[in-house]
């Protein structure tokens, strides 16, 4: 149920504004202005999203591709391609990994390796990741160095259907990084998509054990649907796809967001735990606002903020 509660500590009660700050990018050219909704006119990125509390992320580019993202006030996502796909992110800051909200005190590294298929598909994502610990200050100085604690690995595996070439499911392993180990996977989840036309409506994932590489019995299990889709254009179809889903894998609770796989957006989303005996869905709903281009450019708490290209 910590899950559900962070849901609610980051949705419940947040409202947005529009500073003159966000007026101009990082290269002085001007955003979209919310204030006149007058919205931007030929090719765009997403530049910022912001609420009335900080930015959530900050999108920077080279030419028409993004290259970095910045989240809170230390994290970095570096996204590296092989012509146009993304082919490596590397990221270095801090992450909600236990899903209360906060983010944890403990630094994280971790580097992504994206393989396609034959079709240009994104087939799977392998991932090593090293948690870091702040040691005890030796004077003159405040601040501890920053220790090795533990390492992962993890393996992504993507599939698609044959009927509507969409994605499917993500199959995930994962288990500590340890030298000489021929395997080293101890833990799994599943994650299960369904659509409505072009839409994510609902997503399903459930964690647990692996031994052997033969998956037990679910110890985790939650549902995320999206209903009552706009017809207009969501800001994250400006992103690349491997991106996005990098971004969901980053921490179990990140399935949430799992609508910015979609081409629209959903103003309610029902969250439930279903290894609760009677599961009870946790409701969040919103309206959008939209620019002439049809673009959002506020929901759910969240601004939208736009560059032209």
């Known amino acids: 149920m910590k899950r559900i ?8 009660g947040v409202s947005s504004v529009y500073s003159c700050k966000d007026m101009l990018d990082e290269n002085g050219d001007p955003l979209s202005d919310l204030n006149n ?5 030929g090719p765009r990125g997403l530049y910022r999203e912001i609420t009335d509390k900080d930015t959530i992320a900050e999108y920077h580019y080279n030419g028409l591709l993004m290259t970095k993202v910045l989240t809170d006030s230390a994290s970095v996502t570096d996204v590296m391609y092989s012509g146009e796909k993304v082919s490596k992110i590397n990221f270095n800051g801090f992450l909600d990994v236990d899903g209360d909200g906060k983010l944890d005190k403990d630094s994280i590294s971790y580097t992504q390796l994206f393989t396609y298929g034959n079709t240009g598909k994104l087939e799977s994502i392998s ?5 870091y610990k702040r040691g005890p200050a030796v004077p003159p100085a405040t601040l501890g160095p920053k220790v090795l604690f533990a390492k992962t690995k993890s393996l992504y595996k993507l599939m698609y259907s044959a009927a509507t070439a969409k994605l499917d499911s993500i199959m995930m392993k994962t288990g500590p990084d340890i030298s000489g ?3 080293g996977f101890t833990d799994y989840s599943q994650t299960k998509y369904t659509y409505l036309g072009d839409n994510v409506s609902k997503v399903v994932r459930h964690y647990g054990p692996l031994a052997n590489d033969i998956p037990g019995a679910p110890t985790e299990k939650y549902s995320y649907e999206y209903t009552s889709y706009d017809n207009q254009i969501s800001a994250y179809t400006l992103l690349p796809f491997a991106y996005k889903i990098s ?3 980053s921490t179990e609770a990140n399935d949430f967001r799992s609508l910015i796989l979609s081409p629209n957006s959903p103003k309610r989303i029902a969250v439930t735990d279903l290894t609760q005996p009677i599961p009870t869905p946790t409701i969040f709903s919103t309206d959008y606002n939209y620019d002439p281009q049809t673009y959002v450019t506020k929901g759910f708490g969240i601004n939208y903020i736009y560059k032209p290209f």
């Open 181 to 183: 180990s021929p395997s």
């Open 5 to 12: 509660f962070y849901f609610i500590l980051i949705l419940a």
């Open 247 to 249: 971004n969901l894998l």
């Open 127 to 131: 991932e090593t990741r090293s948690y």
């Open 37 to 41: 909704n007058t919205g931007l006119n």
